[in-house]
Structure formats: structure tokens, C-alpha cells
């Protein structure tokens, strides 16, 4: 008798089924519904919905805290300095907001875009059409005044709004 030293062309055949079934079950785990690939960008999106936040209102601190010592050093009251609209005018100047159009290229009032590439480079992309209108697919931040407060916003690419916390606009000493 003799002995075949190799694979039978029946044995290379399921092996290879073997590992195209495996390579499917891989991708599927790294890039489906539940993939590695989709939680690590949820993940990500959330952090930079908190990160947002905290920039800017880190920013309104700052600003607060140099309009109290200038307030100080000049003998002046705080309250005379430090306005909503010295804030919002500090921020435009600054370019980490962008005053909302609509579509007919009208001001929105107590509404505006944060522009998350003046805070950090690293929190998410921004992109805003001409007529102010979010670009196809485009993710934005939002400020919009409710009520009596300045509320942040996280605007998918369906226009849906997620509410992420308040501009905190009387930061405490």
C-alpha cells in the first residue's frame, strides 16, 4: 500500500471553507451593527459631546475670571463688565461660535454653532453650508437659549437634537 504524503483535494476544499467562514465571522464582529469598529465611535462621539461642554464652559470661566480682576483692579462692579453679551461678543471674536442663518440667510436669534476646531482639533469635525444649514451627514454643536438659560446641543446628520448640558454663564468664585 501506498501512502499520499499531502492534502486530499476534499480535505483543501473544507479547510478553506473553514477559514472563509471564520474570516466572515471576524469581520462581522470588527464592522457590524455591534462591531468593535461602531463602539468605539459611539464611545468617541460621547466623549466629545462631554469634552465639548466642558471646553466652552471652561472658556466663559476664564473669561469670567479676567473680567473679576480687571473689575477688581479698577474698581468697578463685575455685573457692569461681565454681560451675557460680552460673553457671546468674546466668543464670536474668538471664533469658537458662529452666529445660526437660515435657509434665507437670516439670523437665527440666541442660537449659534460652536466651532468645535477653535476649541480643541481633536473633539470632531465641523462643517457648516453658506446658508447655514448642517452639511449631509455632518454632526454639529449647537447653543440655543431656552428659556432663561443657554442649553448645548449635539445635532446629528437628521437634524435630531441631544441635548448635552448648560453654557454655565455666572461661573461661581
Same mark, same amino acid.
Given at each position: 500500500m501506498r501512502k499520499d504524503g499531502g492534502f486530499s483535494a476534499i480535505a483543501l476544499i473544507i479547510t478553506i471553507i473553514i477559514i472563509i467562514i471564520i474570516a466572515v465571522i471576524a469581520i462581522n464582529k470588527l464592522i457590524g451593527d455591534d462591531g468593535i469598529i461602531r463602539q468605539y465611535k459611539q464611545e468617541d462621539t460621547e466623549y466629545n459631546k462631554t469634552e465639548v461642554v466642558e471646553k466652552l464652559n471652561l472658556i466663559i470661566k476664564e473669561k469670567y475670571f479676567g473680567d473679576y480682576k480687571y473689575a477688581q483692579e479698577n474698581k468697578k462692579n463685575i455685573d457692569e463688565i461681565y454681560t451675557e453679551e460680552a460673553v457671546f461678543n468674546y466668543l464670536l471674536e474668538n471664533n469658537y461660535i458662529e452666529e445660526l442663518r437660515d435657509?434665507?440667510?437670516? /439670523?437665527?436669534?440666541?442660537?449659534?454653532?460652536?466651532?468645535?476646531?477653535? /476649541?480643541?482639533?481633536?473633539?470632531?469635525?465641523?462643517?457648516?453650508?453658506?446658508?447655514?444649514?448642517?452639511?449631509?451627514?455632518?454632526?454639529?454643536?449647537?447653543?440655543?437659549?431656552?428659556?432663561?438659560?443657554?442649553?448645548?446641543?449635539?445635532?446629528d446628520k437628521y437634524g435630531n437634537e441631544e441635548e448635552l448640558g448648560e453654557l454655565v454663564m455666572h461661573p461661581q468664585i
Open positions: 435657509i434665507n440667510d437670516n /439670523l437665527v436669534s440666541n442660537e449659534y454653532y460652536i466651532k468645535t476646531e477653535s /476649541l480643541n482639533r481633536d473633539i470632531v469635525s465641523y462643517e457648516v453650508n453658506p446658508n447655514g444649514s448642517a452639511g449631509n451627514g455632518t454632526k454639529v454643536f449647537k447653543i440655543k437659549k431656552v428659556d432663561t438659560k443657554y442649553m448645548i446641543y449635539f445635532v
